[in-house]
């Protein structure tokens, strides 16, 4: 989603599903948290026979560079990665140069600046985005943001939980709808539908609408009480605060729950939670996780945030 900003003549639209427009946020350091599975995954993955130039090196000089790297493996949280550790140890071999890029930039700074999308500088083209309730931790955020953010004519679809495969051969008859129109004024009749459409988890219906967030959602705020109880009851007088242990010896969290639900509920659009807390280490990585449990107690992830406690 760069490309619009640099303003080729010949782009006349755009078909980016399952993106990103901030890498910083959107894929290696989820709120401020390096996503090392991402990394040693997904970057491994284009490795192979090839060696990538140095960029880091060439521009920070050998000395401060080896410096840097010594930094870094001084870091407990890289050091207790294997594949971290390792391409701190051997940053010329394979794609290790690209990944110390980033972990060298923990911060997001103006490497990452660089790299994300400036939505002031993109064209008005017509720009269709999209992703799938279970990307909620790489793509969906990124897409739905290029789509809050888009100066052109614009469409969004959500859909199922589901990773589709490389390339979305699900979403080839979209597309060529999407470019027909746009590249051959081809009426496809896409701009007669509604520009937002969303998967219904649970429903398998698919929902329209006007605008994201879905007109008519009800913001309804949830406290977390004492004794594990999350209630849309607002804080008693003193009820007292919930705590746990988490150390290498002993990981533990603090869970809440609502009681069953007596009526029809969509949950539907984003979620802010408002946390206070503290702890007696220098540093907290705070994991939220909104789970939905039905009657037999079956469990399902429904999205998880991520929040580095020093960069509250």
Same mark, same amino acid.
């Given at each position: 989603?760069?490309? +619009?900003?640099?303003?080729?003549?010949?782009?006349?639209?755009?078909?980016?599903?399952?993106?990103?427009?901030?890498?910083?946020?959107?894929?290696?350091?989820?709120?401020?948290?390096?996503?090392?599975?991402?990394?040693?995954?997904?970057? *491994?993955?284009?490795?192979? +026979?090839?060696?990538?130039?140095?960029?880091?090196?060439?521009?920070?000089?050998?000395?401060?560079?080896?410096?840097?790297?010594?930094?870094?493996?001084?870091?407990?949280?890289?050091?207790?990665?294997?594949?971290?550790? *390792?391409?701190?140890?051997?940053?010329?071999?394979?794609?290790?140069?690209?990944?110390?890029?980033?972990? @060298?930039? +923990?911060?997001?700074?103006?490497?990452?600046?660089?790299?994300?999308?400036?939505?002031?500088? /993109?064209?008005?083209?017509?720009?269709?985005?999209?992703?799938?309730?279970?990307?909620?931790?790489?793509? @969906?955020?990124?897409?739905?943001?290029?789509?809050?953010?888009?100066?052109?004519?614009?469409?969004? /679809?959500?859909?199922?939980?589901?990773?589709?495969?490389?390339?979305?051969? *699900?979403?080839?008859?979209?597309?060529?709808?999407?470019?027909?129109?746009?590249?051959?004024?081809?009426?496809?009749?896409?701009?007669?539908?509604?520009?937002?459409?969303?998967?219904?988890?649970?429903?398998?219906?698919?929902?329209?609408?006007?605008?994201? +967030?879905?007109?008519?959602?009800?913001?309804?705020?949830?406290?977390?009480?004492?004794?594990?109880?999350?209630?849309?009851?607002?804080?008693?007088?003193?009820?007292?605060?919930?705590?746990?242990?988490?150390? %290498?010896?002993?990981?533990?969290?603090?869970?809440?729950?609502? %009681?069953?639900?007596?009526?029809?509920?969509?949950?539907?659009? %984003?979620?802010?939670?408002?946390?206070?807390?503290?702890?007696?280490?220098?540093?907290?990585?705070?994991?939220?996780?909104?789970?939905?449990?039905?009657?037999?107690?079956?469990?399902?992830?429904? /999205?998880?945030?991520?929040?580095?406690?020093?960069?509250?």
């Amino acid at each position: 989603k760069r490309t +619009p900003a640099l303003r080729p003549p010949s782009l006349k639209a755009i078909f980016a599903m399952y993106g990103w427009s901030d890498g910083y946020r959107d894929g290696y350091y989820r709120g401020g948290i390096l996503a090392h599975g991402f990394a040693a995954y997904w970057l *491994q993955c284009y490795a192979g +026979p090839y060696n990538f130039r140095n960029r880091m090196r060439e521009s920070m000089g050998d000395a401060a560079y080896a410096d840097a790297l010594k930094r870094a493996l001084s870091d407990e949280e890289l050091a207790a990665v294997p594949a971290i550790a *390792q391409s701190l140890r051997n940053p010329e071999a394979g794609v290790n140069p690209l990944i110390n890029e980033f972990l @060298l930039h +923990p911060l997001y700074d103006d490497y990452h600046k660089a790299r994300a999308v400036d939505f002031s500088q /993109t064209v008005d083209i017509p720009g269709y985005f999209g992703a799938d309730w279970g990307n909620f931790g790489l793509h @969906l955020a990124g897409d739905v943001r290029a789509y809050q953010e888009w100066r052109g004519p614009r469409k969004l /679809t959500i859909g199922p939980p589901i990773y589709l495969d490389r390339p979305l051969y *699900q979403y080839d008859y979209e597309s060529l709808r999407w470019f027909d129109h746009w590249l051959k004024d081809n009426d496809t009749g896409m701009l007669e539908e509604a520009p937002v459409q969303v998967f219904m988890v649970g429903t398998g219906e698919w929902k329209a609408a006007q605008e994201w +967030p879905i007109p008519g959602t009800r913001w309804t705020p949830f406290y977390l009480h004492a004794n594990g109880l999350l209630s849309e009851h607002e804080h008693w007088p003193n009820e007292g605060a919930s705590t746990f242990e988490d150390s %290498p010896f002993s990981h533990g969290g603090a869970r809440f729950s609502t %009681p069953p639900m007596v009526e029809a509920t969509e949950i539907c659009g %984003p979620i802010a939670v408002k946390l206070y807390g503290s702890t007696t280490d220098t540093e907290v990585l705070w994991f939220i996780s909104l789970w939905h449990v039905n009657a037999g107690g079956a469990e399902v992830l429904l /999205t998880r945030g991520w929040l580095r406690g020093t960069q509250h």
